[in-house]
């Protein structure tokens, strides 16, 4: 299966702006629905925003207007554009990967993904 990595992660002041990126690699990318999740301590992991393999995207209402899905198939790397942070985005933000047939589907669920990469945090401060 594909192995996923995060990057991008760090301390930014409310209102900055940071830019996630997942490599993955292993497997045919192309194939992979994608997703981002965040876990804040003591919360449950939430969903964050998804992209098809054709690029449909979704996004959570916490971050719609903020935040952007994108993807580079030619790079293998998902990313997640973050604009206008604030406190409460802090977290350490997954990447997730589901092989799927269907082209145009994202998935919002975290159990509707195998497979994770390791986490990046994201610290906003007040």
């Known amino acids: 299966q594909v192995q996923l990595v995060e990057s991008g992660g760090g301390l930014v002041q409310t209102g900055g702006s940071l830019r996630l990126s997942c490599a993955a690699s292993g497997r045919t990318f192309s194939n992979y629905a994608m997703g981002w999740f965040r876990q804040a301590p003591g919360k449950e992991r939430e969903f964050v925003a998804a992209i098809s393999r054709i690029g449909n995207t979704y996004h959570a209402d916490s971050v719609k207007g903020r935040f952007t899905i994108s993807k580079d198939s030619a790079k293998n790397t998902v990313y997640l554009h973050m604009n206008s942070l604030k406190p409460e985005d802090t977290a350490v933000y997954y990447c997730?990967?589901?092989?799927?047939?269907?082209?145009?589907?994202?998935?919002?669920?975290?159990?509707?993904?195998?497979?994770w990469g390791q986490g990046t945090q994201v610290t906003v401060s007040s």
């Open positions: 997730a990967a589901r092989r799927t047939l269907a082209m145009t589907d994202y998935y919002y669920a975290p159990i509707d993904y195998n497979t």
